[in-house]
């Protein structure tokens, strides 16, 4: 059983940081690319930022030079530091880990969703 326990999500303000974590537990053979995503009420989900195992990293436009991506590996962990936070922010925010998964002989690739946590920015 896998799972990906995300934490950090609140209320803040205008201008704020706030720092989600995003851990990934359980049995698998190793974590690949990592990443965030947010869903607004009413709107897609969106990607916000992605890193991969050697920690190449993008990001949303809307997010860039503000929002950080980076990851622990000896922790399964991908953290996101996210500063000047604006209004439109606001959103659940959902981590993702692709992972490569083992039975027996058998490597396949698998990715899984944490279940959100919300980030409301005041203005």
Request: with cysteine; hydrophobic share 30%; proline share 2%.
């Amino acid at each position: 059983q896998v799972q990906l326990v995300e934490s950090g999500g609140g209320l803040v303000q205008a201008g704020g940081s706030l720092r989600l974590s995003c851990a990934a537990s359980g049995r698998f053979f190793s974590v690949r690319d990592m990443g965030w995503s947010r869903q607004a009420p009413g709107k897609q989900r969106e990607l916000v930022a992605r890193i991969t195992s050697v920690s190449t990293t993008n990001y949303a436009d809307s997010v860039k030079g503000r929002f950080t991506i980076s990851r622990d590996n000896a922790k399964n962990t991908v953290y996101l530091q996210m500063n000047s936070l604006k209004p439109e922010d606001t959103a659940v925010y959902y981590c993702n880990a692709d992972l490569t998964m083992r039975s027996g002989t058998l490597h396949y690739r698998r990715e899984y969703w944490g279940q959100g946590t919300q980030v409301t920015v005041s203005s």
